[in-house]
């Protein structure tokens, strides 16, 4: 039986942050209540609260994934038996962004929808919001944005952050109620992840823990999207087929955000084995990004909702030839 969901009041931070269209900084006002969410294992204190942040968590939109702002993968570096370490530098993982305006329009209709207001002039060229406007008023200064907002959450993901519903403060929700999945169901149409996903302006991530119920109806709106071609499904070039040579043509790609990473952690894990084996690691044999090798760092198994039956990744996604393609919609 699901764990019924809960409902949090607090504010949004923004300012001095990187916000993108599927996360957010959130100062629950009552933190001990947030930190007694379970992760999918059934522990509590899961919760990574941040101090740099004020002790505020994350909160990652479910059902959504936009695309990618500022991501630099992770990966170990599966040091060889014996090697010793390489004189030279280790090859930095960068900080990689897929298409900017449509990734930052996805950030700006989320913040949007929630009461503040950010143009391309806020962005600082490293990538934070130096300012936003609440209303009339303009915030320069750290945890001064004073937004309040509402997450509904039962669950918490591998990293600590929140797996959440986002809504704007007016919503009639009070801290501490509790509410079924019909309940939630009948909410979604004031939902921010909803929302984005009926604007096209993110595509579906399903984590494990997401319920049938919910699911359906978020595809639904998936559905409006995809037939009206909005946001990411008229510039999506995965269906059809996309040659990726270099890291510079992936960060221009439009492409499911999951594979984005993925193939920026298989080069990762690429340029570590090189490191240590003594190679070529020249900016030029850096850039280059080798499709066929999309499967080093894992093949794991997914959900197909049109298939209702588990399935390899590499039988929903083909890497071969220098060519990308996806042949199942997202």
Not at 142 to 155: G, L, R, S
Not at 186 to 212: H, Q, S
Request: charged share 20%; proline share 5%.
């Amino acid at each position: 039986m699901p764990l019924p969901f809960r409902v949090f009041r607090g504010k949004l931070y923004a300012v001095g942050f990187k916000p993108d269209g599927d996360t957010l900084t959130f100062k629950a006002h009552d933190a001990a209540a947030l930190a007694t969410l379970l992760d999918s294992s059934g522990n509590p204190g899961a919760v990574a609260f941040d101090a740099d942040k004020n002790h505020a968590a994350s909160v990652r939109l479910q059902g959504v994934d936009a695309l990618e702002t500022h991501y630099q993968p992770a990966v170990g570096e599966n040091r060889p038996a014996g090697a010793a370490t390489p004189t030279a530098p280790k090859p930095s993982a960068g900080n990689h962004e897929q298409q900017r305006e449509p990734a930052r329009s996805a950030a700006t209709a989320l913040l949007g929808m929630l009461g503040v207001t950010i143009t391309a002039a806020d962005w600082h060229s490293w990538g934070y919001l130096q300012r936003v406007r609440v209303g009339t008023e303009l915030r320069t200064e750290k945890f001064t944005d004073n937004v309040e907002v509402v997450v509904v959450a039962n669950t918490v993901d591998g990293n600590g952050r929140v797996l959440g519903w986002v809504f704007p403060a007016s919503v009639a929700l009070s801290e501490g109620q509790s509410l079924s999945d019909a309940e939630l169901k009948a909410l979604l149409p004031r939902c921010c992840n909803a929302l984005l996903l009926k604007e096209g302006l993110v595509y579906p991530y399903y984590f494990m823990t997401l319920g049938t119920s919910l699911r359906g109806k978020l595809s639904s709106y998936v559905s409006i999207a995809q037939r009206g071609a909005k946001g990411v499904w008229a510039a999506d070039q995965t269906a059809a087929g996309v040659a990726l040579p270099t890291c510079e043509s992936l960060h221009g790609a439009v492409i499911l955000p999951y594979l984005f990473r993925k193939l920026l952690r298989s080069w990762r894990m690429n340029a570590l084995a090189t490191w240590w084996a003594g190679g070529d690691l020249s900016p030029a044999a850096l850039e280059t990004l080798s499709i066929d090798a999309l499967f080093t760092s894992g093949n794991p198994y997914i959900y197909t909702v049109s298939d209702r039956q588990f399935l390899r990744l590499s039988e929903v996604v083909q890497a071969e030839g220098g060519v990308l393609k996806l042949l199942r919609k997202p």
